[in-house]
């Protein structure tokens, strides 16, 4: 009886330490901005790491060096690269064709040893002094293996509210049926424009407050990372998050 619950628990070893995977890991630092890394897979083979790269714009272009392999960030175990799929190796690269162009690719490394927490992933080691060549490369560093930025993404909203001074009083004994005829509805004007006027300064003296756009900035954030977790693009993403102005001359803004 014990020998069978040996072998069962060695048959079920491998999927436990190897099993694993993360989605948008925390990442202390990186440098390129315009590719992210989408999740990490640690199989009893490789670890895989996917990534999501958003061209800014046409004729912008991404290649991946053979040279790219995984670090133990507590450590000094060094893991290479074995194969990548959806991404040229160089001296190919993969050239937008259009703005907001989005490529997802994967990268194999050897596996990672069980109890890894953080990792570096580094496509070429640089100095501080070729950082400013213009060029960036796949450096990710103190990735987290265990915490997910969507973890970050749950806060509270917090409420703000906007007092909006009213209009003047119409005088009393007003007649409107004849101000028309009369010509006075030109008064009417100054009376509109005042109050437009009041709920656009209002709007303006709300998003003038740092902490206030501090807290927006992070709500767009979730925004963004909640719809590309449900499938939208990053481009689709974006023209949604941006389809309406903060401050309008309506009195509306984005929620």
Do not use: C
């Amino acid at each position: 009886m014990r020998t069978q619950q040996m072998l069962l628990a060695l048959f079920l070893l491998p999927v436990s330490l190897f099993g694993q995977s993360i989605k948008f890991p925390l990442v202390s630092s990186s440098e390129d901005p315009t590719t992210m890394i989408t999740e990490i897979e640690t199989t009893n083979q490789h670890t895989i790491v996917s990534f999501r790269h958003v061209g800014a714009e046409k004729g912008s272009w991404i290649q991946l060096n053979k040279s790219m392999y995984l670090q133990n960030a507590k450590g000094e175990e060094r893991y290479n690269y074995v194969r990548s799929e959806g991404i040229p190796l160089r001296p190919e690269r993969f050239v937008a064709t259009k703005d907001n162009q989005e490529v997802n690719f994967k990268v194999y490394f050897e596996k990672l040893k069980p109890g890894t927490q953080e990792i570096n992933v580094i496509e070429r080691a640089r100095s501080q002094a070729e950082l400013n060549d213009g060029v960036n490369f796949l450096n990710y560093f103190s990735v987290n293996l265990n915490k997910s930025k969507l973890e970050l993404a749950d806060h509270k909203v917090s409420k703000v509210e906007v007092v909006v001074t009213p209009p003047p009083p119409v005088p009393v004994g007003t007649d409107f049926s004849s101000s028309f005829v009369n010509g006075e509805a030109a008064n009417f004007g100054p009376a509109l424009k005042d109050m437009y006027m009041g709920m656009f300064t209002a709007q303006l003296n709300v998003y003038s407050n740092p902490a206030i756009i501090d807290q927006l900035a992070k709500n767009m954030k979730s925004y963004y990372d909640a719809l590309i977790k449900v499938g939208f693009s990053a481009d689709a993403a974006l023209k949604i998050i941006t389809s309406k102005p903060l401050v309008s001359a309506g009195g509306n803004s984005n929620n």
